[in-house]
């Protein structure tokens, strides 16, 4: 055993004796140096990718902390008596709406649901297969140009008041 460690101590000792003589030559210093700048300059590219990346991010995270609360834009008429339905319902899905206010297909009452998501105004949860959208608490917005509030905690079962 001794006899095998001894043997492979002089291999090592011996390539490194000849890495030393290698780096004592000009072109193989130049050459290395010239392999790390290469691969400084990828790293570099890397974190600039990288830095890019985040400003989008926190531009997109600005502009949605800045974005429009639900109270500051107006919905149309049809939106409010289906986020009543939602509110009332506790979770529906595309069929609850399509059922509600006699749409032909789901993908209309869908749309409908989406969008009201999109706007801060539901919950989506999936299912399996399907879809629910719950109404989000402490939400008021204006419907057709008129402002309304939705019902408190502390009142269930009522429906919006005109503000």
């Known amino acids: 055993m001794t006899d095998n460690t001894s043997s492979e101590f002089k291999n090592v000792a011996a390539d490194f004796r000849k890495m030393q003589e290698q780096f004592r030559d000009p072109v193989v210093m ?9 691969e400084r300059t990828a790293t570099n590219l890397i974190l600039k990718e990288i830095n ?3 400003e989008r991010m926190e531009a997109r995270i600005g502009a949605l902390e800045t974005k429009k609360t ?8 049809v939106d409010g008596e289906i986020y009543d339905f939602v509110r009332k319902t506790g979770a529906v899905c595309a069929a609850d709406v399509q059922k ?10 869908s749309a409908r649901l989406n969008g009201m998501f999109r706007q801060g105004l539901l919950e989506k949860k999936q299912v399996g297969k399907r879809v629910f959208f719950s109404a989000k608490n402490n939400i008021g917005f204006g419907v057709a140009g008129r402002r309304f509030n939705p019902p ?9 008041c005109l503000s």
């Open 70 to 77: 639900p109270d500051e834009f107006p919905i149309p008429e």
């Open 52 to 54: 890019a990346k985040l």
């Open 152 to 160: 408190k905690e502390s009142q269930p079962g009522s429906t919006y």
């Open 100 to 109: 509600k206010f006699k749409y032909r297909g789901k993908n209309a009452a």
């Open 30 to 38: 130049g050459f290395l140096l010239n392999k790390v700048s290469e």
